[in-house]
Protein backbone atom coordinates (compact mmCIF):
# COMPACT_ATOMS: atom_id res chain seq x y z
CA UNK A 1 0.00 0.00 0.00
CA UNK A 2 1.48 3.54 -1.18
CA UNK A 3 1.79 5.79 2.00
CA UNK A 4 -0.75 8.60 0.08
CA UNK A 5 -3.24 7.57 -3.01
CA UNK A 6 -5.00 9.81 -4.71
CA UNK A 7 -7.17 8.77 -7.77
CA UNK A 8 -5.49 9.78 -11.52
CA UNK A 9 -9.07 10.93 -13.02
CA UNK A 10 -8.74 12.50 -15.52
CA UNK A 11 -11.52 14.60 -14.03
CA UNK A 12 -13.96 16.36 -16.75
CA UNK A 13 -15.80 19.36 -15.48
CA UNK A 14 -17.78 22.24 -17.23
CA UNK A 15 -16.61 25.57 -16.34
CA UNK A 16 -18.19 27.22 -13.27
CA UNK A 17 -18.32 23.86 -11.07
CA UNK A 18 -17.22 23.05 -8.08
CA UNK A 19 -14.75 20.38 -8.16
CA UNK A 20 -13.13 17.87 -5.34
CA UNK A 21 -10.29 16.30 -4.93
CA UNK A 22 -8.97 14.12 -2.48
CA UNK A 23 -6.26 11.86 -1.01
CA UNK A 24 -5.87 9.40 1.71
CA UNK A 25 -2.70 8.42 3.46
CA UNK A 26 -1.48 6.07 5.94
CA UNK A 27 1.14 7.32 7.76
CA UNK A 28 0.16 9.30 11.02
CA UNK A 29 3.01 11.30 11.63
CA UNK A 30 2.41 13.18 8.57
CA UNK A 31 1.51 16.74 9.93
CA UNK A 32 2.01 19.23 6.91
CA UNK A 33 -0.33 19.01 3.96
CA UNK A 34 0.16 21.18 0.73
CA UNK A 35 -1.43 20.82 -2.75
CA UNK A 36 0.14 21.32 -5.59
CA UNK A 37 -0.65 22.44 -9.01
CA UNK A 38 1.58 21.17 -12.38
CA UNK A 39 1.07 22.63 -15.70
CA UNK A 40 2.00 20.27 -18.76
CA UNK A 41 5.93 20.24 -18.96
CA UNK A 42 6.31 22.79 -15.83
CA UNK A 43 7.35 21.70 -12.28
CA UNK A 44 4.30 21.57 -9.38
CA UNK A 45 3.53 24.73 -8.29
CA UNK A 46 2.70 25.25 -4.61
CA UNK A 47 -1.00 26.18 -4.33
CA UNK A 48 -2.20 25.51 -0.86
CA UNK A 49 -0.41 24.73 2.83
CA UNK A 50 -1.80 23.58 5.77
CA UNK A 51 -0.80 22.49 9.43
CA UNK A 52 -2.68 19.70 11.53
CA UNK A 53 -6.67 19.41 10.86
CA UNK A 54 -9.00 21.84 9.87
CA UNK A 55 -9.64 24.50 6.86
CA UNK A 56 -7.98 27.05 4.93
CA UNK A 57 -9.41 29.05 2.24
CA UNK A 58 -7.34 31.50 -0.53
CA UNK A 59 -9.92 32.94 -3.04
CA UNK A 60 -11.41 29.94 -4.93
CA UNK A 61 -9.42 27.39 -3.06
CA UNK A 62 -10.41 25.32 0.04
CA UNK A 63 -8.41 22.91 1.76
CA UNK A 64 -9.57 20.49 4.36
CA UNK A 65 -7.44 18.40 6.55
CA UNK A 66 -9.28 15.58 8.73
CA UNK A 67 -6.14 13.63 10.26
CA UNK A 68 -8.64 11.36 12.27
CA UNK A 69 -9.90 9.83 8.86
CA UNK A 70 -6.29 10.39 7.54
CA UNK A 71 -8.19 12.09 4.29
CA UNK A 72 -7.57 15.91 2.94
CA UNK A 73 -9.73 17.77 0.55
CA UNK A 74 -8.90 20.32 -2.14
CA UNK A 75 -12.28 22.21 -3.20
CA UNK A 76 -11.87 24.54 -6.34
CA UNK A 77 -15.26 27.28 -6.84
CA UNK A 78 -16.20 28.32 -9.74
CA UNK A 79 -13.54 26.30 -11.98
CA UNK A 80 -12.07 27.95 -14.97
CA UNK A 81 -10.58 26.31 -18.24
CA UNK A 82 -7.11 27.76 -16.33
CA UNK A 83 -7.39 25.61 -13.65
CA UNK A 84 -6.81 22.22 -15.98
CA UNK A 85 -3.42 21.14 -14.29
CA UNK A 86 -2.49 17.97 -12.70
CA UNK A 87 -2.77 18.24 -8.49
CA UNK A 88 -0.50 16.81 -6.64
CA UNK A 89 -1.47 16.24 -2.63
CA UNK A 90 1.62 16.14 -0.71
CA UNK A 91 2.83 16.04 2.99
CA UNK A 92 5.66 15.30 4.97
CA UNK A 93 6.29 14.99 9.25
CA UNK A 94 7.38 17.67 11.60
CA UNK A 95 9.36 20.75 10.36
CA UNK A 96 8.16 21.71 7.11
CA UNK A 97 11.44 21.52 4.80
CA UNK A 98 11.87 18.18 5.43
CA UNK A 99 11.05 15.05 2.65
CA UNK A 100 7.56 15.47 1.62
CA UNK A 101 6.01 12.22 -0.12
CA UNK A 102 3.92 13.21 -2.80
CA UNK A 103 0.38 11.67 -4.53
CA UNK A 104 0.68 10.30 -7.94
CA UNK A 105 -1.84 13.22 -9.10
CA UNK A 106 -5.25 13.88 -10.16
CA UNK A 107 -5.69 15.34 -13.87
CA UNK A 108 -8.29 18.21 -14.29
CA UNK A 109 -9.58 19.42 -17.09
CA UNK A 110 -12.27 22.32 -17.30
CA UNK A 111 -14.73 22.32 -20.47
CA UNK A 112 -15.46 26.25 -21.21
CA UNK B 1 17.23 34.57 -9.31
CA UNK B 2 13.68 34.93 -8.62
CA UNK B 3 12.88 30.93 -8.56
CA UNK B 4 14.55 27.34 -9.14
CA UNK B 5 17.02 27.25 -12.35
CA UNK B 6 17.72 23.97 -13.36
CA UNK B 7 19.58 22.85 -16.89
CA UNK B 8 19.70 21.75 -18.93
CA UNK B 9 15.59 22.07 -19.72
CA UNK B 10 16.34 18.98 -22.15
CA UNK B 11 18.65 16.41 -22.50
CA UNK B 12 19.30 12.85 -24.84
CA UNK B 13 22.04 10.81 -23.85
CA UNK B 14 22.85 7.41 -25.26
CA UNK B 15 22.64 4.31 -23.11
CA UNK B 16 25.90 3.85 -20.77
CA UNK B 17 26.66 7.84 -20.93
CA UNK B 18 26.89 9.73 -17.74
CA UNK B 19 24.92 12.71 -17.40
CA UNK B 20 24.97 15.82 -14.81
CA UNK B 21 22.11 17.88 -13.91
CA UNK B 22 22.30 21.27 -12.41
CA UNK B 23 19.93 23.24 -9.78
CA UNK B 24 20.59 26.55 -8.85
CA UNK B 25 18.19 27.35 -5.87
CA UNK B 26 16.53 30.27 -4.39
CA UNK B 27 19.29 32.16 -2.59
CA UNK B 28 19.19 31.85 1.04
CA UNK B 29 16.94 28.48 0.62
CA UNK B 30 18.77 25.86 2.84
CA UNK B 31 17.32 22.82 1.92
CA UNK B 32 17.37 21.32 -1.33
CA UNK B 33 15.68 17.90 -2.59
CA UNK B 34 15.62 16.31 -6.15
CA UNK B 35 13.02 14.16 -7.47
CA UNK B 36 12.42 12.41 -10.25
CA UNK B 37 8.71 12.32 -12.05
CA UNK B 38 8.11 9.90 -14.79
CA UNK B 39 5.07 9.33 -17.15
CA UNK B 40 1.94 8.71 -15.01
CA UNK B 41 3.98 7.92 -11.86
CA UNK B 42 4.22 10.41 -9.04
CA UNK B 43 6.95 12.13 -7.89
CA UNK B 44 9.75 9.84 -6.47
CA UNK B 45 12.22 10.85 -3.74
CA UNK B 46 15.71 10.71 -4.92
CA UNK B 47 17.86 13.38 -2.30
CA UNK B 48 17.69 15.87 -0.08
CA UNK B 49 20.19 18.42 1.21
CA UNK B 50 19.32 20.53 4.24
CA UNK B 51 22.17 22.88 5.22
CA UNK B 52 25.67 21.39 6.66
CA UNK B 53 24.11 18.19 7.43
CA UNK B 54 24.68 14.94 5.84
CA UNK B 55 22.49 14.68 3.20
CA UNK B 56 19.32 12.16 3.24
CA UNK B 57 20.25 9.66 -0.16
CA UNK B 58 17.37 7.12 1.01
CA UNK B 59 15.68 7.68 -1.95
CA UNK B 60 18.64 7.02 -4.94
CA UNK B 61 17.50 3.98 -6.75
CA UNK B 62 21.46 2.66 -7.50
CA UNK B 63 25.02 3.47 -6.95
CA UNK B 64 24.81 5.11 -10.56
CA UNK B 65 22.82 8.00 -8.80
CA UNK B 66 25.00 10.40 -7.15
CA UNK B 67 24.69 14.18 -5.98
CA UNK B 68 26.47 17.09 -4.27
CA UNK B 69 26.28 20.55 -3.36
CA UNK B 70 28.92 22.94 -3.21
CA UNK B 71 28.61 25.97 -1.27
CA UNK B 72 25.36 25.21 0.41
CA UNK B 73 24.30 26.35 -2.98
CA UNK B 74 24.04 24.96 -6.25
CA UNK B 75 23.57 21.37 -6.67
CA UNK B 76 24.35 18.65 -9.21
CA UNK B 77 23.14 15.20 -10.18
CA UNK B 78 25.23 12.64 -11.64
CA UNK B 79 24.29 9.70 -13.36
CA UNK B 80 26.53 7.20 -14.61
CA UNK B 81 25.83 4.57 -17.10
CA UNK B 82 22.76 5.63 -18.23
CA UNK B 83 19.97 3.41 -18.90
CA UNK B 84 16.76 3.74 -20.61
CA UNK B 85 14.35 3.34 -17.53
CA UNK B 86 16.61 6.37 -16.59
CA UNK B 87 14.38 8.14 -18.65
CA UNK B 88 12.26 11.03 -16.82
CA UNK B 89 11.94 14.72 -15.65
CA UNK B 90 14.05 15.32 -13.16
CA UNK B 91 12.94 17.63 -10.40
CA UNK B 92 14.86 19.69 -8.34
CA UNK B 93 13.20 21.93 -5.70
CA UNK B 94 13.90 24.06 -2.48
CA UNK B 95 12.78 25.46 0.63
CA UNK B 96 13.44 27.76 3.59
CA UNK B 97 13.93 26.19 6.96
CA UNK B 98 11.05 28.14 8.35
CA UNK B 99 8.91 25.67 6.17
CA UNK B 100 6.09 26.64 3.51
CA UNK B 101 6.61 24.32 1.03
CA UNK B 102 8.70 23.52 -1.70
CA UNK B 103 9.69 25.72 -5.27
CA UNK B 104 9.78 23.60 -8.06
CA UNK B 105 12.00 24.38 -11.08
CA UNK B 106 10.78 23.11 -14.75
CA UNK B 107 12.75 19.90 -14.26
CA UNK B 108 15.30 18.50 -16.45
CA UNK B 109 13.77 16.36 -19.24
CA UNK B 110 15.86 13.35 -19.70
CA UNK B 111 16.17 10.98 -22.56
CA UNK B 112 18.04 7.83 -22.83
CA UNK B 113 18.50 6.02 -26.32
Known amino acids: QKEVEQDPGPLSVPEGAIVSLNCTYS??????FMWYRQYSRKGPELLMY????GNKEDGRFTAQVDKSSKYISLFIRDSQPSDSATYLC????????????FGTGTKLQVIP | GAGVSQSPSNKVTEKGKDVELRCDPISGHTALYWYRQSLGQGLEFLIYFQGNSAPDKSGLPSDRFSAERTGGSVSTLTIQRTQQEDSAVYLC???????????FGSGTRLTVV
Open chain 2, 93 to 103: ASSSTTGGGYT
Open chain 1, 90 to 101: AMSGEGGYQKVT
Open chain 1, 27 to 32: NSAFQY
Open chain 1, 50 to 53: TYSS
